[in-house]
């Protein structure tokens, strides 16, 4: 996780130091040719950060202290060259594996390219290189390790050692960016050329991307074998996901978090099952905290009744709605 973040940090330092001009295209347009730059996949989403930042419920949370706490920090750690969230305009994320790390990101906003690059080549913390690939130049950041103080001070080098960071990143154009590991940015690179399949032309993953296409957040997740056993517990009576061979959904954010997803399955017969014992799961929990005398767990109990979980042929389709009041009880 703490590999994403700094990703996640890096793609907006990227979009936001400079110019401050956002495109004008549709989102829906947007997140397509953002993705007909990424490698092809097994999760794949697309975050309208200007309508998630621009919610009633983003400007409700940020006079939350702990989330307060946690925005001060990321800015503080980017104020350095004048980055804000708010000036993006669309992410679009990949992953290759089974889980969260190793993600592609790509970004639209707005940036001023020279002004970046003196930027991050200014910065202490950072050692900034370049290299030649397929007529773009491929960035690589190296995050410098604190000097050392006290003793070891003393028999310390003159100069920083540096930590190499498999982090780059480079410029489609004047309003697109991909960051990722090396590998994956060279990958991004062979996709617009055209040697290797985009996430775009997945179908199944396109799909179901399109369903959803005006969400503030859409994601699709192609399910694997290995996702499926990563998901068992002997713990909890969780289904047996290895029937579901796609997940989809989307969140919307506006006063509150709207979220609905479908779990598909092979077969009518398996997406009932699925169902039943995910009905029994939200059941159990119900119980659980009714139980429990805490008013941030009386909050999650009274949100969880807003949960439905229902079969529909090969289908199971769960839905939520999370009301403004929740976060802000649970966040206290």
Do not use: C
């Amino acid at each position: 996780m703490k590999r994403i973040a700094f990703i996640m940090m890096l793609a907006v330092v990227v979009l936001t130091a400079g110019s401050r001009v956002i495109s004008a295209r549709t989102d829906a347009q947007t997140g397509i040719d953002l993705l007909q730059l990424l490698p092809d996949g097994n999760i794949v989403a697309v975050i309208d950060i200007q309508r998630m930042t621009a919610s009633s419920l983003w400007a409700t949370l940020g006079t939350q202290p702990k989330v307060k706490s946690a925005l001060d920090k990321m800015q503080s750690d980017i104020s350095e060259i004048g980055v804000s969230l708010s000036d993006i305009q669309t992410v679009a994320l990949v992953f290759a594996g089974k889980d969260l790390s190793g993600a592609t990101v790509a970004v639209t906003g707005g940036f001023d390219q020279t002004s970046l690059l003196n930027h991050l080549r200014s910065n202490q913390k950072i050692k900034l290189t370049s290299e030649k690939y397929k007529n773009y130049d491929v960035y690589k950041v190296e995050t410098a390790t604190p000097p050392p103080s006290g003793d070891a001070a003393k028999a310390a080098v003159p100069a920083p050692q540096r930590k190499p960071d498999d982090t780059s990143f480079f410029f489609y154009d004047s309003k697109t960016a991909v960051v990722g590991s090396a590998a994956s940015v060279r990958a991004s690179v062979d996709t617009k050329s055209g040697a290797r399949p985009s996430v775009a032309q997945n179908a199944k993953l396109a799909e179901a991307l399109a369903q959803n296409a005006s969400a503030v957040i859409r994601f699709a997740i192609n399910m694997t074998p290995a996702m499926a056993n990563g998901l068992s517990s002997s713990q909890l009576p969780i289904p047996d996901f290895s029937s579901v061979n796609l997940i989809f959904g989307a969140i919307d954010v506006a006063s509150g978090v709207d979220v609905n997803a479908i779990l598909r399955n092979d077969t009518a017969d398996h997406a009932k099952s699925v169902a039943e014992r995910l009905n029994g799961l939200l059941m159990m929990v119900k119980g659980y905290l009714t139980s429990v005398s805490n008013p941030k767990m009386s909050a999650v109990s009274e949100a969880l009744k807003s949960v439905s979980i229902v079969g529909n042929d090969i289908d199971v389709k769960i839905t939520a709605s999370l009301p403004q009041e929740f976060f802000v009880q649970v966040l206290k």
